[in-house]
C-alpha cells in the first residue's frame, strides 16, 4: 500500500526517554513512487510532499513503492559512543531499503518482480562507526502488496542491543510460523500450502470421523496450476509464501505471481457456499502480452476415483485467459456428481463463480454487529474470525447438520467438542449470526448423547446417573457422543451442561425466540438442566469430573464447571419462566443459588483471597488454572473486586509466559501441553483484564494475539511455543480462537 516517503524532523533532545537511545519517531515526509534521487540528502524538493504520522499505518490506499525522508539531530554521547548502535525501523510493509545520508545501510524483504514481503519482521541496520553526522538524513524506500502500509510499528531510532530487547522483545515479534490455508464450505474442505503453492489436502467431510468406523477421506494428494508460456515453464512454488492471502473476510484463498516482465498470474481457491456440493473452484487468470498464446495445468495427484475434474478456458483477448478448474464430490459416485460440475460451470462461466462467492461474504459481514471501537487491523482479523465461524460449522442435512468443529482442517482438532463450540455460538450470537446459533443449538439438542449414564472405574459409578442429552466431551459427525480414553479411564466432562444452558439463556435474550424453547423445553429441562441440578454434591458444587482440561478420571471439582453451571443454571430458570414452567425455575434457581455459596465456601482461598481453579488442591502453584479466569467474566462489576484483580494478579504470578511477551500457559506443571502459551487463555485474560477496568493490560495481549494471527493468514492458532512464539498444536481454532478473539473484542467494547 505505500509508495515513497521522505521526513524531515529534528529532536533537540531525547525527550523522557531513557539515556543513550534516540526515538526518531514524529512528522515525517512521505511520497509515493520511486526514485532513486529521493535517497540523497542533496535532494531538496521534498518540501511539498505529503507529512505522515511514523510509526503509523499509511492505510489501505496506498499501493506499490514509497519513499519516507526525515532529518535528525544526532545526539553527541551516542556519535561518540563506544558502544554498537543500531538503526532500528520497527514493522514495515512489506519491502524496505534504508538509507542513512546517502548511503545504503540494507534491505528486508525483496523488491518487485520477485516480491518477498517480510511485513511481520522487525528491522533493525547496524551502524558502522562514524557514520552518524551531526545532521543526518534518513529516507526509507518501500514497497507494499496491499493491505496495511507502510512504518506502521515501531519503534524508530538508534538503540543499542540492549535498549532494543528492553524496548521491544523481540522474541514476542508476530512472526509468520504457519503457510497452510483452510477453505470450507461446511460440506467439503481444502487445505493450501503457500509454500508449494499447491493444494494438498481434499476432505470429503469438514470433520474428522462420521462414526467410529468410518473416518474423513482425503481424496488427492496435491493439485495446483502450472503455466507454459513461449520463454518456458512455471511452477508456482518457487514463488514466495507471502504471494497468497485471503481476500478479507472470506474463504477464497487468492495468489498473485508476477511470472516475468509482462505476464501476472492471479490464482483462486475456494469450497463454494453458493452451492450445496462438495465442489472445490480453482481459477487462474493470466494477463499481460502473449497470453492467450500461454497454456494453463491444473495438476492433480492421485485423485480419488470417486471424484471428477472438469476443466474451462476462456479467452477473452489476447492479454487476457481464464482457466477455470472444478472438483467435485458425492457419496453416490460420478454418475451423480458429474452433472452437479457441469451445472454449476454451465451457471457460472468464467469468473463468474468468484463474483459470487465474493457476493456472499459481503452480505454475511453486511449483517454481523461487530463490537464498538475497533482499529483496522482489529477489524479485519474480527472480519476474518466471523468467516471462520462460517467455515467451521457443519451444512450436511440430518444429525450431522449445525455443528462446528473446534479447528478446522489442517488442525487435528476438527472434531465438535461441546466446550469449544459454546464459545464459536457465543460469538454468533453476540455478532447477530443467530440462524447459524439456533442450528448449532439444535443439532446438540438432537445429538445422540446418553452413553456414559453408568460407567463403574475403579469401584465407584462416574456416570451421569440420569438420562441426559449433552456429551460428556464431544461428538463424531454423525452426531453421536464420542469420549476420549487413556488408561485413567474416559473424559467425563459436566461443564458442557452448563455452557449450553448459558448459550441457549443468551441467544433466548437475544432472539425472544420462545418458540424454540418450547419445542424443546422437555430436553432442555430433563436432560441437560436436571442432570446438572442432580451433579451437584455435598460441598455445592459440580461433583469430581473430568474437567476443562480433560484430566480423565477421578477427577476434581473444577471452577470452571461449577461458575459455568451456576451461569447455566441461572439461565435456565429465566427460561423456565418463559414457558410458565415455575416449578422449574424454582428448582433452578435455588441450584444456583446453592452452587454460588459452594463457590464462596470452597472455591476461594480465604487467607491470600484468591479464587482457586479446583477444590482439591491447597498450594497456589497447584490450583492456579487458567480455566478459573471464568469466574473474572462471571463476578466482574459485583462487590467481589479485590478478589478478583488478586486472582488475576495470581494468573500473572504462575502462569505469564516465562521468556516470550504478554501471554498465559494454562497450568504451572512440568507437562508439554501446559506450560505453551495459550491462545484461548490470552484472550480470556485480556478480556478478563478489560472487566476490571485494566485497559492497558488488557490491550496488551490482545494486540499481541491480534498482530500474531494477522501475520499467520488471520488465523488464530493453539499454542505459541513457549520459547519462539511460533504457532504450535492446532490452527485454526473457531471457538477457542475465532469465537474467544470475538468475545474479547465484545468485553473491551462494554467495559470503555
Not at 474442505?189 to 476432505?203: D, G, M, P, S
Not at 447477530?432 to 442450528?439: L, Q
Amino acid at each position: 500500500m505505500l509508495r515513497h516517503i521522505t521526513v524531515f524532523i529534528v529532536f533537540l533532545g531525547v525527550m523522557s526517554y531513557g539515556y543513550g537511545q534516540f526515538p526518531i519517531q514524529g512528522n515525517w515526509k512521505f511520497h509515493a513512487g520511486d526514485d532513486p534521487s529521493w535517497s540523497s540528502p542533496a535532494f531538496e524538493s521534498d518540501s511539498v510532499w505529503q507529512s505522515v504520522k511514523v510509526p503509523e499505518s499509511l492505510g489501505e490506499e496506498f499501493n506499490g513503492y514509497g519513499w519516507y525522508r526525515v532529518r535528525f539531530v544526532a545526539p553527541e554521547h551516542i556519535r561518540e559512543s563506544n558502544k554498537r548502535y543500531y538503526l532500528v525501523a520497527g514493522f514495515i510493509s512489506d519491502v524496505d531499503q534504508v538509507y542513512l545520508n546517502g548511503g545504503l545501510l540494507g534491505q528486508t524483504g525483496k523488491f518487485p518482480p520477485k516480491v518477498q514481503s517480510e511485513h511481520y519482521s522487525f528491522r533493525k541496520y547496524p551502524l558502522s562507526s562514524g557514520l552518524l553526522k551531526t545532521e543526518n538524513l534518513l529516507a526509507i524506500r518501500v514497497y507494499d502488496t496491499g493491505g496495511t502500509g507502510g512504518i506502521y510499528r515501531g519503534p524508530v531510532g538508534l538503540y543499542t542491543e540492549e535498549q532494543i530487547k528492553k524496548v521491544h522483545q523481540v522474541n514476542s515479534i508476530p512472526h509468520k510460523s504457519i503457510y497452510k490455508i483452510p477453505s470450507s464450505n461446511g460440506l467439503t474442505a481444502i487445505v493450501y500450502n503457500a509454500e508449494k503453492h499447491r493444494i494438498t489436502q481434499w476432505l470429503d467431510h469438514i470433520y474428522q470421523q462420521y462414526n467410529p468406523e468410518t473416518p474423513t477421506l482425503d481424496l488427492l494428494s496435491e493439485a495446483g496450476f502450472t503455466v507454459y508460456t513461449d520463454t518456458g515453464q512455471y511452477q508456482l512454488s518457487s514463488f514466495s509464501p507471502d504471494q497468497v492471502r485471503y481476500e478479507s473476510g472470506t474463504g477464497i484463498i487468492s495468489g498473485k505471481f508476477q511470472l516475468n516482465s509482462s505476464l501476472t498470474l492471479s490464482t483462486y481457491h475456494f469450497t463454494p457456499l453458493t452451492s450445496g456440493d462438495r465442489l472445490v473452484v480453482n481459477i487462474a487468470e493470466l494477463t499481460g502480452p502473449g497470453a492467450r498464446n500461454s497454456r494453463i495445468d491444473f495438476n492433480i495427484s492421485d485423485l480419488d476415483p470417486a471424484a471428477v475434474h472438469l476443466s474451462q478456458t476462456y479467452e477473452y483477448s489476447a492479454d487476457r485467459s481464464v482457466q477455470v478448474d472444478i472438483l467435485g464430490m458425492h457419496p453416490k459416485g460420478k454418475n451423480v456428481i458429474l452433472p452437479i460440475v457441469r451445472e454449476y460451470m454451465t451457471k457460472y462461466p468464467g469468473m463468474n463463480s468468484l463474483y459470487t462467492e465474493r457476493e456472499f461474504w459481503a452480505e454475511w459481514h453486511g449483517q454481523e454487529r461487530l463490537p464498538s471501537g475497533l482499529n483496522k487491523m482489529e477489524e479485519k482479523l474480527a472480519r476474518q474470525s466471523s468467516a471462520i465461524l462460517k467455515m467451521a460449522q457443519v451444512r450436511e442435512q440430518g444429525a450431522s447438520h449445525g455443528q462446528i468443529l473446534a479447528s478446522l482442517p489442517p488442525g487435528k482438532w476438527n472434531i465438535t467438542w461441546v466446550r469449544d463450540m459454546a464459545y464459536a455460538v457465543e460469538a454468533l450470537i453476540q455478532t447477530g449470526h443467530f440462524s447459524e446459533a439456533r442450528d448449532a443449538l439444535r443439532f446438540q439438542l438432537r445429538a445422540d448423547a446418553g452413553k456414559y449414564q453408568h460407567f463403574l472405574w475403579q469401584g465407584k459409578d462416574y456416570g451421569i446417573q440420569t438420562p441426559y442429552r449433552i456429551s460428556v466431551c464431544r461428538y463424531y459427525g454423525n452426531g453421536a457422543e464420542w469420549s476420549g480414553q487413556n488408561d485413567d479411564g474416559p473424559n467425563i466432562e459436566l461443564d458442557g451442561f452448563g455452557l449450553f444452558l448459558s448459550t441457549l439463556g443468551n441467544y433466548f435474550d437475544a432472539t425472544s425466540d420462545v418458540a424454540f424453547l418450547r419445542e424443546h423445553w422437555d430436553t432442555i429441562a430433563g436432560e441437560i438442566a436436571d442432570p446438572l441440578v442432580k451433579s451437584i454434591d455435598s460441598y455445592g458444587l459440580i461433583r469430581s469430573e473430568s474437567g476443562p482440561w480433560e484430566r480423565h478420571l477421578p477427577g476434581k471439582h473444577f471452577t470452571f464447571t461449577t461458575v459455568w453451571a451456576i451461569q447455566g443454571l441461572d439461565a435456565a430458570a429465566n427460561m423456565a419462566l418463559a414457558v410458565n414452567d415455575e416449578s422449574a425455575a424454582s428448582r433452578y434457581l435455588k441450584a444456583a443459588n446453592r452452587l454460588s455459596q459452594g463457590f464462596r465456601l470452597y472455591l476461594v482461598d480465604s487467607k491470600k483471597d484468591v479464587i482457586k481453579g479446583n477444590l482439591e488442591s491447597s498450594l497456589p502453584e497447584e490450583y492456579v488454572d487458567g480455566s478459573a479466569v471464568s469466574a473474572i467474566h462471571w463476578l466482574a462489576g459485583e462487590d467481589f473486586e479485590p478478589r478478583l484483580r488478586n486472582t488475576m494478579q495470581a494468573f500473572n504470578t504462575y502462569l505469564k509466559m516465562p521468556r516470550t511477551g504478554p501471554g498465559y500457559m494454562r497450568l504451572a506443571s512440568k507437562e508439554w501441553y501446559d506450560t505453551q502459551e495459550w491462545v484461548f487463555l490470552d484472550l480470556r485474560m485480556a478480556g478478563g483484564w478489560f472487566l476490571l477496568g485494566e485497559r492497558f493490560r488488557g490491550t496488551e495481549v490482545l494486540d499481541w494475539v491480534t498482530e500474531q494471527s494477522l501475520a499467520n493468514y488471520g488465523l488464530i492458532g493453539e499454542l505459541y511455543d513457549e520459547y519462539t512464539t511460533d504457532y504450535r498444536g492446532a490452527f485454526p481454532m473457531v471457538g477457542f480462537g475465532a469465537g474467544a478473539y470475538l468475545l474479547t473484542l465484545q468485553n473491551r467494547a462494554e467495559n470503555r
